[in-house]
């Protein structure tokens, strides 16, 4: 089915992980790929497409664990929301260590530029992992903004 072992992708998450202050392992990731099959009855797709993917970390997992043929990643790199474009070099150096440069795709720019863009937009599977947070602006403060929820 589909291989998850690779040293340097178990040791860039566990450092990314650390970082961030993130509870993430290569376990966490293994589970998430079981659930989406399991929600969509699917084993393979053919186009993932993740709205926010950050530093792209989760689709260079699912890349290399063979999930799908083809993977995009769109997110505006706003250091101050989360992400800096430091941490997505570091995830096209890992992507490019793991030869995964013809199947992963990152796309910095906001979901809205992306979808000015004139290219296919069809994909088996779109991800939302970790994003829906910032789709109601903050206009009075995070604790209003957790209110809306």
Partial sequence: MW????KCLRKFIREWS????ANITLNSLKYEIKT?????GKENFQKVLEIGSG???????LAYSG????YLGVDPCFAD????????IKTKRLVNELDLDNKV???VETFEEFLEKDIEKK???VVFRESLHHIYPKKKGLRQQKEMY
């Fill in 18 to 21: 650390k970082e961030k202050g």
């Fill in 67 to 70: 999930f799908a043929d083809k």
């Fill in 123 to 125: 994909f088996d599977l």
């Fill in 105 to 107: 795709i990152f796309s």
């Fill in 81 to 88: 929301e989360g992400t800096s474009k430091n941490e997505l």
């Fill in 55 to 61: 530093s792209g970390i989760f689709l260079t997992f």
């Fill in 36 to 40: 989406f099959c399991e929600l969509t």
């Fill in 3 to 6: 291989h998850f072992e690779t």
